[in-house]
């Protein structure tokens, strides 16, 4: 009886072990996410800030809005894979869908919060005069790329499996 009692309480000790360490293990891996997704938000917004500025400067003048964008759309695509593939990389984030699927979407958080923040406050716009000044194409093009710039992460594990 005695021994009965010993293993049962071995037992729950260890599933109370199992249940602490798979909680640290959903926070850690969260918080790599985070990580990883702000460490991708940062390095796509900075080659976007880079590449917005030339736009404005140089492209625009010349070639007019929509054929800007659209110019600087495939640069950024590049520029949203590399980040995506070197920050999964750099920080292991696990190829698990959850892990993924969350850097992109903290990343994509981030963008829209820094672009609603600087873009509508700098040209004083609500959000809805904003998405109806965009153009039709290019704007439909730029919309496209933040679904992708969410999913990139995962898409690159997809790659690596299929590999």
């Known amino acids: ?9 071995t037992d729950q000790n260890l599933n109370s072990y199992n249940n602490e360490d798979k909680s640290f293990h959903r926070l850690t891996s ?3 996410s985070v990580k990883a997704g702000l460490i991708y ?11 917005g500025f030339i736009r404005v400067v140089w492209i625009e003048p010349q070639f007019g809005v929509r054929l800007a964008e659209l110019l600087e759309m495939p640069l950024m695509l590049m520029a949203v894979i590399v980040a995506a593939y070197w920050v999964v990389k750099k920080l292991a984030v696990p190829p698990a869908l959850w892990s993924r699927l969350s850097m992109g979407l903290v990343a994509l958080a981030c963008l829209l919060g820094a672009e609603w923040g600087l873009v509508l406050g700098l ?5 809805g ?4 000044t965009r ?29």
């Open 1 to 9: 009886m005695g021994l009965e009692v010993m293993q049962s309480s």
């Open 30 to 32: 969260l918080w790599l």
């Open 41 to 51: 938000f940062v390095t796509v917004f900075g080659v976007g800030f880079l590449l």
């Open 123 to 127: 040209r004083g716009l609500s959000m």
């Open 129 to 132: 005069e904003y998405i109806a």
């Open 135 to 163: 153009d039709p194409i290019a704007g439909t093009v730029y919309y496209i790329m933040l679904c992708l710039f969410a999913v990139m992460p995962w898409l690159i594990v997809r790659q690596e499996q299929s590999s």
